[in-house]
């Protein structure tokens, strides 16, 4: 895509995003300029949010008839799939209680109920997190039912049920120092009794505490980063969490967050980004950033790698070494993300790998 496109593309992104906005073209766009946004949407799972700006386009502005109706088909199928998943949230919440366990949502509908459209969002699975020894009730519960899940690198486990894709995990943030274990510990005790909630379904869900999203959903967004790439749609969580959340959140307590668990100069980074591509208003960014950041590079690489880096045509037909990844080239491109963010995370950056791999092996049997 060519870099005309490419403004063309966050254009739409961001009037999608936040429903508002007017889409400037130099010229017409044609229908293979079309079938181009529509694949990089499909790449990023924003396609909902990109449909949600053709209500602001002009009627020579809106892509074919043949592809909005195919459009609209696909976001058809989102919203069933978002809200069988929010069926199986409140299912399973009932059910994890019953066993006297203590679930949090993470990320997925917890964040889309901060969108203009929460059903517009593409969502891939549910993810829960258990207080004190839940993880290993949770998995042992598993087994007796005779559901067959398998234990994922970082401290995890998945499985389907229902027609819905579930991952337990057992870490509550993406932080891989094991420096920064005793500190994440503290942190979240204290901000144990500031849980929110969501209904759905008439069941109160329990979400982590707003600076406790914001670091778990930014933690997560690096975490991917330094493996195999993550596409725009977490970048546009972190956007609208901090639009919906600034309210209620502590500016110095999040950045003294953010410090202590070693991120906060690629937070900064984050920031710039979301406020310069993804159209998050600065006056809802909670501490200053320093304005002479280059986030172009960053944002370049979330572009060509796409949602975990499946579809980075720059590695395609290259060695796949499945000890390390399925992806193609896995090690150079590693390796290049490590070089890319150790001066902004360098704990995560050094630890990342060494605890993928650890945990990988072993840690299943950590229950």
Known sequence: MNNQLKDTFFQLLRIGLWGEGTLFLDQPLTIDNWNEIHHYAIDHTIEGLIYDSFPFLEENQLPPQSLRL?????????????IQMNEVIAKQFDSFNALGLRPILQKGQGVANCYRTPLHRISGDVDWY???????????????????????????????????????????????????YNYLR????????????????????????????????NSHILKHLLGFGIGLR??????????????TIDPIALKQIYK???????????????????????SYVPFPYPEDLDVKSMINEVWYAGSFGYNDERFKGGK????????PKASKRLFLNFLRYFKYAPQEALFYYWVQAYSKFIGKDMD
């Open 234 to 247: 977490q970048f546009c969580d972190s956007a609208r969490l901090y639009y919906t959340l600034s309210n």
């Open 70 to 82: 195919k459009w609209a088909v696909r976001i058809d199928r989102v919203e069933r799939n978002n």
């Open 320 to 327: 796949t070494i499945s000890t390390i990844s399925v992806q």
């Open 130 to 180: 258990f207080e004190a020894d839940g993880y290993s009730v949770a998995r042992n519960q598993l087994k007796t039912e005779g559901i067959a899940f398998k234990d994922t690198a970082g401290f995890s486990l998945d499985y389907d049920w229902q027609g819905v894709h579930i991952e337990h995990h057992k870490k509550l943030f993406d932080i891989r120092s094991p420096l920064k």
């Open 186 to 217: 503290k942190i979240s005790r204290k901000y144990s009794d500031s849980y929110e909630k969501l209904l759905i379904h008439n069941v109160p869900i329990r979400l982590l505490a707003p600076e406790m999203q914001l670091l778990q959903v």
């Open 260 to 282: 202590k668990a070693g991120i906060l100069k690629w937070i900064h980074l984050l920031h710039k980004t979301l406020v310069d591509y993804i159209g998050l208003p600065k």
